[in-house]
């Protein structure tokens, strides 16, 4: 018994001072703006809505003295933070800022670099190691190589010119490269990207830094006809950088921000920084090939949402509350009890005078395979509805043969 209760107190021990160790740990972050050449009073609120409204995160956003202010007031204490966040392209920092946010990467310190960020600091050796590749600013061949894939092959290119360009918006397809990776693990080899600035012509130290995504510069928009470097990776001592350079904002986010892939990636990314692992799941309506998919609100899809809006279903208007369910159902598999909850919510829907018949069509199609004795009550209760005779005679058929 005494060894017993030695073991429980050096268990409360560990909780108390390894709160990392605790299920549900919210990282503290810190979201620095207030100079850029983009919308940073569009971005920043945006970037916290995303990073907040996972739970994981608990966000805070500084901004800056204005451009040609005082910068020396301008100190952060970056030790408070598991992961800072850069939405910035202005005026230096003092040196004594850039010392301390130096050690704080050196120090195992997350970061997030985001798009306009990628043009910052073109002076600091430090900054451009931990971004890998950045543009604009002055940068030419002095500042590192071109990197981008050409035929499915990384390319180190030494060629003298410029750094940094981007043609017109568009919507364009990125690649995966790396598939491996805890941030690209699961994701399609090929999505679409919601209207954005392709950064392209990108040039750096490109030290410890992997390259998981592209996307090609296509010449119709003015582009390379290059496959340009998108999502990276870098290692800067204990630090864990994470590079991308989607998600131009207009007001309100925009398709850019918008854009499912950018805001999972962008989770992905912020929880490697922090952790070095991703327990978030690739969801349902992550992009593919066939098309890009936005978050007017930013937000995965809930369970009592789903359930609240599926009632009302319109395919003319939107399948992605259906999409969801059908998703859940899937996920379910071989789990009865997660299964039943899905169940008796659907007949929750079926029984609803107030619900579609689209909707009902839908869900007894879907009961019909998965559902239970639970549901023949409430399906047999909608034999007289004209409109659904065939599907319920069908699902009734299904659920008493089968079962």
């Not at 543009?135 to 894939?149: I, L, M």
């Not at 009961?367 to 047999?380: D, N």
Request: net charge negative.
């Amino acid at each position: 018994m005494k060894k017993q209760y030695l073991i429980i107190l050096l268990a409360v021990f560990l909780i108390a001072f390894f709160p990392s160790c605790k299920k549900g740990t919210v990282y503290k972050t810190l979201i620095i703006t207030g100079q850029s050449e983009h919308n940073w009073k569009a971005s920043s609120p945006v970037l916290k809505q995303i990073l907040d409204g996972t739970g994981m995160f608990s966000s805070e956003i500084l901004i800056t003295p204005e451009k040609g202010g005082d910068m020396a007031s301008f100190n952060p204490d970056f030790s408070k933070y598991k992961l800072v966040v850069l939405d910035y392209s202005g005026d230096s920092w003092s040196e004594k800022t850039n010392k301390e946010f130096v050690e704080y990467v050196r120090n195992g310190g997350g970061v997030v670099i985001y798009h306009g960020s990628s043009i910052s600091f073109p002076d600091w050796k430090e900054y451009n190691e931990m971004t890998g590749l950045g543009g604009w600013r002055d940068r030419n061949e002095k500042d590192g190589p071109y990197v981008y894939y050409r035929r499915n092959e990384l390319v180190i290119d030494t060629t003298a010119g410029i750094a940094g360009s981007h043609g017109e918006r568009h919507d364009f397809e990125v690649r995966t490269r790396i598939t491996d990776h805890p941030i690209t693990s699961g994701l399609p080899g090929r999505w679409m990207h919601g209207s954005d600035e392709l950064y392209q012509q990108l040039r750096g130290p490109a030290k410890n830094m992997q390259v998981l995504a592209t996307a090609f510069a296509d010449t119709a928009f003015d582009g390379t006809g290059r496959d340009e470097p998108a999502l990276m990776v870098i290692n800067y001592g204990n630090g864990r950088i994470f590079h991308t350079t989607l998600g131009h904002a207009d007001e309100g986010g925009g398709p850019a921000m918008q854009c499912v892939g950018f805001i999972v990636t962008l989770l992905r990314g912020a929880e490697w920084a922090t952790m070095g692992s991703v327990t978030q799941e690739v969801p349902f309506d992550f992009p593919t090939a066939a098309g890009v998919v936005l978050r007017p609100d930013f937000k995965e899809i809930n369970f009592e949402e789903a359930f609240g809006n599926i009632g009302s279903y319109d395919i003319q208007k939107s399948t992605k509350y259906f999409t969801w369910l059908q998703s859940q159902i899937r996920k379910a598999a071989g789990d009865e009890k997660a299964l039943l909850k899905l169940e008796k919510k659907m007949v929750n829907i079926l029984t609803d005078k107030e619900a579609s018949v689209d909707a009902k069509k839908l869900l007894l199609r879907e009961i019909s395979w998965m559902g239970t004795e639970y549901s023949i009550p409430a399906i047999k209760g909608l034999a007289d509805v004209t409109e659904l005779k065939d599907d319920v005679e069908f699902a009734l058929t299904r659920l008493q043969v089968v079962k």
